[in-house]
């Protein structure tokens, strides 16, 4: 288990405060909110966005803080003993705080361009039978994610050098399919901070949609990895940060686990 300090901290505010500024200000530009145009939403764009963005903040904090940037994730790599219970409920609070700095910088840029959708607000689509069915939609994507980011980021047996690539090309694939259904937020943050700033919340839907949902998707995807994935190797390697000395120790300690294991 990991320590984390303070420049993991700021990394992941403003990591996430990036994630949801891009996502909110593509949302506000290429969202269709007028039921009488004749065009509709660009998601494509939308979804490469997600891609592109998350891709550079994994290559550019992943180092500093693991690169969570999302609620969800932070509570599988709290559930896989990858971060400390404190530091993971500081990570969510500087996701969430990150969050809303993104969405009031959104604001600023694109005030009367961004209302209309709430400055990249997720919202369930009147395609879906309702907020239950939007949980399991918001639930399965977040699944894909973090299944991904545990498969590949966080288990030693994988090619981690391939991990930033394959986070965000996820969240894009993701977004593009479910952001016709539930805006694709697959994450507590990116949710919360347009939200807040649009003054769009809705406790009882939202928190069951896009708190609920995500988190209920990230614990599954976190057993699928400990009973499908690791195996008897479960949860071998040091994550970064860390020092020389300690992914020494690790290795030697990973190296007794296969003994044993065999």
């Known amino acids: 288990m990991q320590d984390r300090g303070l420049a993991a901290y700021i990394a ?4 996430t405060l990036f994630l949801v500024f891009t996502v909110g200000l593509v949302v506000s ?5 007028d039921p009488a145009s004749q065009t509709g939403s660009d998601f494509a764009v939308i979804g490469l966005a997600h891609a592109f963005v998350l891709f550079m903040l994994v290559i550019t904090f992943g180092a500093v803080s693991g690169g969570h940037f999302n609620p969800a994730v932070t509570v599988a790599a709290a559930a896989m003993r990858r971060i400390d219970p404190i530091d993971a409920v500081v990570y969510i609070l500087a996701q969430l705080s990150g969050g809303v700095l993104g969405a009031l910088l959104v604001k600023g840029f694109v005030l009367d361009e961004g209302r ?6 997720a919202e369930p689509s009147a395609l879906i039978g309702g907020n239950f069915q939007g949980m399991l ?17 966080m288990n030693p047996r994988a090619r981690q050098e391939w991990a930033p ?9 993701v977004v593009m399919i479910i952001g016709p259904l539930t805006g694709g937020s697959v994450n507590p943050a990116r949710w ?9 919340i809705d406790l009882g839907p939202d928190l069951l949609v896009y708190v609920a949902g995500p988190i ?5 995807a976190f057993l699928v990895y400990r009973l499908v994935i690791a195996g008897p190797q479960y949860a071998e390697g040091a994550e970064p940060p860390t020092s020389d000395a300690r ?9 007794e686990t296969r003994e044993r294991n065999k």
Do not use: H, M, R, W
Not at 116 to 121: C, E, I, L, P, T
């Open 247 to 255: 992914a020494v120790g690790q290795a030697i300690k990973d190296a």
């Open 165 to 173: 690539l394959a986070i965000g090309t996820t969240l894009g694939f």
């Open 192 to 200: 919360f901070g347009p939200a807040l700033i649009s003054d769009s």
């Open 29 to 33: 530009l290429y969202l269709q909110t």
């Open 116 to 121: 209309a959708s709430g400055y990249g607000n």
């Open 12 to 15: 992941e505010l403003i990591g």
């Open 216 to 220: 209920v998707g990230a614990l599954v």
């Open 137 to 153: 939609i918001e639930a399965v994507g977040t699944f894909l994610l973090v299944a991904v980011i545990l498969a590949v980021a």
